[in-house]
């Protein structure tokens, strides 16, 4: 697997691995509708100073991405973590979670801000982030989401 900068150019592809990524648990044609609009990723959201958006490839195939946005001079946030339904399980979320930790540590971060998916819980449990507590979704109403950070350096 190859994990490398997006391109603007992919923002669409980028739009489409979130929204299948996403419908992998599930939810209704009604939610992913609500999503459609927090899950979209545009070329001019991947060319802003404050985010940086990498690829995972797969056979020359996007299998997923992750985006982290710069919050202060040590903190980011892991935007974004998308992995197609074909790829969930092979380790892809892993290695794009490893990169991005890496990545931000190489860029003088001391901690990363995730909010996840509910369904995605246990992945960060298991990638070494704490549940920090939860944050109401910006899509649905009165949907909590679980909030984690990971410590640079202590995992």
Not at 11 to 24: D, G, I, N, Q, R
């Amino acid at each position: 697997m190859d994990i490398c900068l997006a391109e603007l150019s992919q923002a669409e592809e980028l739009t489409k691995v979130a929204l299948l990524s996403k419908a992998y648990w599930g939810y209704s044609a009604a939610f992913m509708e609500d999503c459609k609009q927090e899950l979209t990723i545009t070329p001019s959201k991947i060319s802003q100073s404050n985010f940086s958006y990498f690829v995972a490839r797969q056979s020359h195939e996007i299998a997923g991405f992750y985006a982290l946005e710069w919050l202060s001079d040590s903190r980011l946030e892991l935007e974004a973590l998308f992995v197609l339904p074909e790829f969930i399980g092979q380790g892809v979320g892993k290695s794009l979670f490893h990169h991005a930790m890496l990545h931000a540590k190489n860029m003088g971060a001391k901690e990363v801000e995730i909010q996840g998916d509910p369904n995605a819980q246990a992945f960060y449990l298991a990638m070494g982030a704490t549940l920090t507590g939860h944050k109401e979704s910006l899509s649905i109403p009165d949907r909590l989401l679980p909030l984690f950070k990971y410590e640079i350096g202590a995992n």
